[in-house]
């Protein structure tokens, strides 16, 4: 009698060879849509002036980020996942906060979408008057693509920068305190 056990392990190694080649087409911090160029009042910036997150060699990730993470998982993981991960209700947002143009993914998050066809059935509601979401958007931004890039795992981000006095400052001017 053949055990099916040779094909189980002939199955665990392409599993374990397809997550390396995963790993291993993750995306280079020296992408232009990544590379931090600039630093202003404890956030970060490309070249182009889109937010950005930075992580340092102790593995410490930048406020914004930290709160990104914060704010996503009050606001958005209840349809998109723990993480941007996705659900069966909602796409993956970590790959969104790398694919999509930052202004594409402002408009999406400010106004909502509604894709409805034979294929497709979804609805992104509009959150642009809400101050929990937009009074942090560059930050769940920021954090999402993060996690998207591979700089940061899954779950709270174990170490974080200080917040700096100029975030406190508008972010209380958002928040109206």
Avoid at 71 to 87: I, T
Wanted: hydrophobic share 35%; glycine share 10%; net charge negative.
């Amino acid at each position: 009698m053949t055990r099916p056990i040779p094909l189980l392990l002939a199955a665990a190694a392409c599993a374990l060879t397809a997550s390396a080649l995963s790993a291993a087409d993750a995306v280079s911090m020296d992408d232009p849509n990544i590379a931090v160029d600039y630093e202003e009042g404890g956030r970060y910036f490309t070249e182009d002036g889109i937010p950005t997150f930075n992580v340092s060699e102790d593995g410490a990730v930048d406020w914004p980020t930290f709160s990104g993470f914060r704010r996503y998982h009050a606001e958005c993981h209840v349809c998109h996942g723990p993480d941007g991960e996705g659900s069966t209700y909602a796409p993956a947002l970590k790959n969104s906060a790398l694919e999509m143009d930052y202004y594409d993914f402002v408009d999406v998050v400010v106004n909502g979408r509604q894709k409805v066809g034979a294929a497709e059935n979804s609805v992104m509601p509009a959150f642009g008057t809400n101050p929990n979401v937009m009074c942090y958007l560059d930050d769940i931004y920021t954090y999402l693509k993060a996690h998207g890039s591979g700089a940061i795992g899954r779950g709270r981000p174990a170490k974080k920068e200080a917040k700096s006095e100029t975030f406190s400052e508008m972010e209380d001017a958002c928040m109206g305190s």
